[in-house]
């Protein structure tokens, strides 16, 4: 009984106690929210000033105490990350010899902590830490080599791209969305091992395919003969990349490779291919995509109705206007932009 | 010989052990999780990640019914999202009122033909418009079918790769869209991703937007802000660190839309239409051996209304545990199934013993206690032990869940209303737990009837909760609230919400 009426105290005080906690645990907060806003108060106009001034960044760094460090760190990475050029090289100058209290960080057991440290050396340390972004490529935490990838997807990293196409195997689940854009990041320095990477058919195709897109998003006219080489594999999302791909920067020499395409058995390959014979096509295609059009399927409707009005057949939207159903529907939206 | 009553009491303090228990230990795994989780969004830098990405289109599907007073701000707020492609559908559900009208008037829509990409079954269309000045606003005008089947048609008429389910008067934070939309970037397998609702009574709201982030006054609505931290913060991010999310609220979630489409869906004759997508999405998926992910991360923050009256709580929560009846009902063959993995093995059994039976056996154990102090046959050890189990661990979980908002969001930031929330932890067993029982306990036996009635809620508006919460002239709107039964578990096994409003 006695133990009874204890185990009923103890539960009673650990609630006062976890409450108590979270007491403390405000104060605590409010007390380092307000030691970082006293900070930024003196930090923000000294770095601003920095900038604008002329001042040398060496003599600024002198001025930061150990016990602010971290905080400056901070505040400097906050400013860094809306700066380019030599404003952001002058906060990079000032702050790079303040990164070696990281250097712990980065052999952390937890992968957060490896990341994050990874994170702010490489956006913040330029040049002197490629290597370590190369090196983290590697580490067995998917977070930490996402964010060596990103510090390595910049224009200013763009000889190490290769490093990081050699890895997109690991990268298999992210989205096509996220791979490619970082890679665009890099910039048209990056194409031609871009191209490369998009011809080989020893790399995996999801990776080709993310490559492809890319190359979409640099524009890239040069990839254009490249895409039409892969308009053969077996691999229908890679297809569709590349047809996505000679949308953007094919000619009609491509128009002969797309063409069959658009009876392909797999409806978005349709879709696509007939996006891309609009505009790599001729007004004859107009035929070839008005039999093709399959009245079933929406997307490849509304692609189809899309690619007549780039080759701009109009009679022939016109036609699927007066035929009714689903083609019809299509037409109206594309060649009245869907107005009733 | 045994007594009956003795026995009951000595199974009712196993039951509490065990509910209170899991509890704990989700409040545990929640609290590392959690941790883990914010160092992760720190150093991903989600602003950098999503501009570089450009984000993955979206659309935010609106269903709307007798929404008049309010459609047209919630939507202007909508439109102002910090999200580079996304468009909004808003589905006016067959409203009574001039819903229509105050859309058509606030946007200048004119009518437009749309191809519908997909062709769930739904309710008749009447019309779509689109708006002149934003491209990016799709108004479809329905027949009423009921939430589930105003979700369907914004389905069948949007035009992204992702969906988002959301309330017509749910307020979105600016940053919402991008961050929910964050899992489906890093991992191309997730198929659905849940954000947190918080309540917004109380708060000062001004443009769409939740300005001032305070505690209401009402008793009542304070007692559901607590239970909303507890079932997100706790609860959800507990279950979700095993891999058995089975409820994204019906307020705010984001789905791959070719994978709901395959999957048939909402489901129209259910009144928890948002748990059963989920519960269906993990069946359809582990049916195919496709591999998927269904998440529930805490940043993403939309905002809702509470009710603020007994008797509108009471309909929600009755509603609320028919819906969780149903569905799992409907997919009792999941349950303890190899087949379906975590979900089937350990949440789903967990939903039937704690969350579906909870509300009749907590029930008959606070009664048999109120026997056996009144009839001198309880034991003084077993009345001990009840208010052990029963009442303070509980009250520790509240606690608990105050700290991993402490710990993580800190939204709350005025010092006095943190001592508030904990005061509601330490007295909520002290009646108000009961009385969600009860109402829940209603419920089960309306399901048991087959009772599929919506409960009509009287709804202030969330443009009318003022400065302070004070309510601002105009009077009130009269709606109907709709399933979404928010089944947040915790402690005493209540459930959570987000809770809209239309009758079916």
Known sequence: MNWLILAVLVLAAVNLAFAALVVLLRVNNARRAKRLQARKLVWYPRIIALISDGSVPESLTALVEPQEQGDVVEIAWDIARRLRGTDRSRVEEFVTPLLQMLIPDLKARRPETRARALQVVTALGGAEYEETAVEFLDDPSPLVSLVAARALSQPSHALQIGQVLDRLDRYERWSQALTSSMLAEVGMDAAPAMRAHLDDNDRPTHARAAVARSLELLRDIEAASVAADQLEDADAELIAACLRLLSVVGTEAQAGAVRPLIDDDRFFVRGAAMTALGRLGSRDDATLIVGALDPDSPWVAIRATQALAALHATADLADLVTNGGLPAEAAIETLYGGAA | ?504
């Not at chain 2, 809702?304 to 009846?325: C, F, N, V, Y």
């Not at chain 2, 606070?366 to 208010?387: E, H, K, M, Q, W």
């Not at chain 2, 969001?409 to 009646?431: H, K, N, Q, T």
């Open chain 2, 1 to 504: 010989m045994i007594d009956p009553l003795a026995a009951f009491n000595v199974f009712i303090l196993f039951y509490f052990a065990v509910l209170n228990g899991t509890y704990l230990i989700l409040s545990l795994v929640a609290f590392l999780s959690l941790r883990k989780y914010i160092d992760r969004l720190e150093s991903l830098q989600i602003d950098d990640l999503l501009a570089s990405s450009g984000g993955l289109p979206i659309s935010l599907i609106v269903p709307a019914f007798n929404e008049s007073a309010t459609i047209a701000p919630s939507v202007r707020s909508l439109l102002t999202l910090m999200y580079a492609d996304y468009e909004v559908v808003v589905v006016n559900d067959g409203s009574t009122d001039d819903t229509l009208d105050a859309l058509v008037a606030a946007f200048d829509l004119e009518p437009i033909v749309r191809v519908p990409t997909s062709n769930l079954p739904a309710a008749a269309v009447r019309t779509i418009y689109q708006g002149v000045r934003h491209s990016n606003l799709i108004v479809v005008d329905k027949e009423n079918g009921g939430k589930a089947d105003a979700l369907n048609v914004g389905l069948n008429y949007s035009r992204s790769a992702l969906f988002c389910a959301m309330d017509a008067d749910t307020i979105l934070e600016p940053e919402a869209l991008a961050r929910i939309v964050r899992p489906f970037l890093e991992d191309a397998t997730t198929v659905a991703v849940g954000g947190i609702v918080r309540i917004a009574n109380g708060c000062t709201i001004d443009g769409g937007s939740v300005d001032d982030v305070r505690l209401p006054q009402s008793m009542l609505v304070r007692f559901q802000v607590l239970e909303y931290l507890r079932s997100f913060l706790a609860s959800r991010v507990g279950w979700n660190t095993i891999g058995a999310t089975l409820i994204i609220s019906g307020a705010f979630g984001a789905f791959r839309r070719s994978v709901v489409a395959d999957a048939g869906g909402f489901d129209t004759t259910t009144v928890g239409e948002d748990m059963e997508l989920i519960v269906r999405l993990h069946r359809h998926c582990r049916d195919l051996d496709r591999p998927y992910r269904i998440e529930f991360i805490p940043d993403p923050v939309a905002w809702t209304e509470a009710p603020e009256t007994i008797s509108q709580l009471g309909r929600q929560r009755d509603r609320w545990q028919r819906g969780l009846a149903q569905v799992i009902g409907r997919h009792r063959r999941m349950v303890m199934n190899p087949r379906y993995g975590v979900p089937g093995m350990v949440a789903l059994p967990y939903f039937v013993a704690f969350e579906l039976l909870g509300p009749a056996i907590e029930l008959l154990g606070y009664v048999a206690f109120v026997a056996a102090i009144v009839t001198g046959r309880g034991s003084p050890l077993y009345i001990v032990a009840f208010l052990a189990l029963a009442v303070f661990l509980g009250s520790a979980i509240s606690v608990a869940a105050v700290a991993l908002e402490e710990l993580s969001f800190r939204r709350y930031r005025r010092f006095r209303d943190l001592i508030v929330l904990l005061a509601m932890a330490l007295i909520e067993s002290f009646g108000y737990r009961q009385v969600l029982t009860w109402w829940r306990l209603r419920g089960l036996v309306s399901a048991a009837r087959s009772d599929l009635q919506w409960g009509a809620m009287e709804r202030r508006g969330l443009e009318r909760v003022a400065l302070g919460g004070a309510q601002a002239p105009g009077g009130d709107q009269a709606d109907t609230a709709s399933a979404n039964p928010e089944l947040l578990a915790i402690g005493d096994g209540t459930h959570v919400p987000s809770d809209q409003a239309r009758p079916n």
